[in-house]
Antibody, heavy 121, light 109 residues
């Protein structure tokens, strides 16, 4: 059974770059034609999709964050990563990674537990 | 951008009652692209329904989804204590690729 686990610094200074990694266990990130997504949730608020990557390396980003976001994949480590530059307090949130299965329906079926990132000096 | 509006914001019901949650889209959404999630405090969202009406693996049959076009509904036929949570609808399609509703909090009356 595939599991996802986010990791990275819990505190980032304003204007710096937030870097998170999602480690996939229980299966290969390269198999099954999945997309791998990042979603965030500020405390007490709703969910915001950040972007996704296919194992070929092709990416899609939320236009509201596109200028600051980079998602990459490292198949040798079975991981994919998120970088968000020039962060402000508005980027403080719980960050989730999630798997999107192939097919005609579009949804995320496996989620990591989430990691809290606070932007503060 | 397709905006999803969920109603009500908060729903207060008792165990054993029926819950009906609404998700309205600002533009037509393909039924294939509409999903529902449940989120409990301190936990990640959990997929309940995809394709507007297909239950995800392991989801009890008291959960059902319906709807088309701009109006979608999640129904919980008989509420169990563990069903009290926040529920989100999600659509895929236009830019941004994924958007979520603002959530409906289902609380114990």
């Amino acid at each position: 059974q595939v599991q996802l686990q986010e990791s990275g610094p819990g505190l980032v200074k304003p204007s710096q770059t937030l870097s998170l990694t999602c480690t996939v266990s229980g299966g290969s990130i390269s198999s099954g034609y999945y997309y791998w997504n990042w979603i965030r949730q500020p405390a007490g608020k709703g969910l915001e999709w950040i972007g996704r990557i296919y194992t070929s390396g092709s990416t899609d980003y939320n236009p509201s964050l596109k200028s600051r976001v980079t998602i990459s994949v490292d198949t040798s480590k079975n991981q994919f990563s998120l970088k968000l530059s020039s962060v402000t307090a508005a980027d403080t949130a719980v960050y989730y990674c999630a798997r999107e299965p192939p097919g005609y329906h579009y949804y995320m079926d496996v989620w990591g537990k989430g990691t809290t990132v606070t932007v503060s000096s | 951008e397709i905006v999803l509006t969920q109603s009500p914001g908060t729903l207060s019901l008792s165990p054993g009652e029926r819950a009906t949650l609404s998700c309205r889209a600002s533009q037509s959404v393909s039924s294939n692209y509409l999903a529902w999630y449940q989120q409990k405090p301190g936990q990640a969202p959990r997929l309940l329904i995809y394709g507007a009406s297909s239950r995800a693996t392991g989801i009890p049959d008291r959960f059902s989804g319906s709807g088309s076009g701009t109006d979608f509904t999640l129904t919980i036929s008989r509420l169990e204590p563990e069903d009290f949570a926040v529920y989100y609808c999600q659509q895929y399609g236009s830019s941004p690729l994924y958007t979520f509703g603002q959530g409906t909090k289902l609380e114990i009356k």
